[in-house]
């Protein structure tokens, strides 16, 4: 079936550093590509997402770059704080649809 | 503008025993999601509902699990009987609009900590 792979699984920097995450996804037919942030006991919440019609959005401190021909596509975050610390999902919508299809999850650690 | 509520927020069960969670979306939304989330891993799709029906439950194990979504508002998901490996969160979203061709962005409430001993 169609997957999203997400790498990598654990990830540490130093605070003031930047953090590459990086997904790839299988269904070429995939047109939106949401990336989500989950904190300890919480739900995921949206930070940024990229439609298929563009290659690059940026918000402050984050952006995610999409390059459809590789079926890939990255979230970077630029100075670093320690309240960025959580686990990010990456996620690409099954069939142009509504259905998600996340991947695993990075854990990310931003030392002080 | 409040976000997607969920409750009870925790639940220890023994297994075969039943259980039900409860989902209130964000005011206004049509589309309402229940996603299993196994311990390390990312949210898989149960169940989706446009108003008060079912758009796709093709992932729904329907031998123990059942949702539904009366008056097109609150939620309910039912595990009856049971398992193991049923301990997971229950997360449930919800999104404004429902559209064939894409899709809209999805609000996940805070999620039930189901552990089945």
């Known amino acids: 079936g169609e997957n999203v792979e997400q790498h990598p699984s654990t990830l540490s920097v130093q605070e003031g550093d930047s953090a590459v995450i990086k997904c790839t996804y299988s269904?070429?037919?995939?047109?939106?590509f949401p990336w989500y942030k989950q904190e300890l006991g919480k739900g995921p919440q949206l930070i940024i997402d990229?439609?298929?019609?563009?290659g690059e959005k940026k918000d402050q401190r984050i952006a995610v770059t999409l390059n459809k021909t590789a079926k890939h596509f990255s979230l970077h975050i630029t100075e670093t704080q320690p309240e960025d610390s959580a686990v990010y999902f990456c996620?690409?919508?099954?069939?142009?649809?509504?259905?998600?299809?996340f991947g695993s999850g990075t854990r990310l650690l931003v030392r002080p | 503008e409040a976000g997607v509520a969920q409750s009870p927020r925790y639940k220890i069960i023994e297994k075969r025993q039943s259980v039900a969670f409860w989902c209130n979306p964000i005011?206004?939304?049509?589309?309402l999601y229940w996603y299993q989330q196994i311990l390390g891993q990312g949210p898989k799709l149960l169940i989706q509902?446009?108003?008060?029906?079912?758009?796709?439950d093709s992932q729904l194990p329907k031998d123990r699990f059942s949702a539904e979504r009366l008056k097109g508002v609150d939620s309910t998901l039912k595990i009856q009987p049971a398992k193991l490996e049923d301990s997971a969160v229950y997360l449930c979203?919800?999104?404004?609009?429902?559209?064939?061709?894409?899709?809209?962005?999805?609000?996940f409430g805070p999620g039930t900590r189901l552990t089945v001993l």
């Open positions: 979203a919800s999104s404004l609009v429902f559209r064939g061709g894409g899709t809209d962005t999805q609000y």
């Open positions: 269904d070429s037919a995939s047109n939106y």
């Open positions: 990229i439609r298929s019609n563009v």
């Open positions: 996620a690409a919508n099954l069939d142009s649809s509504y259905k998600l299809i």
């Open positions: 005011s206004g939304h049509a589309t």
């Open positions: 509902f446009q108003n008060n029906g079912v758009v796709d």
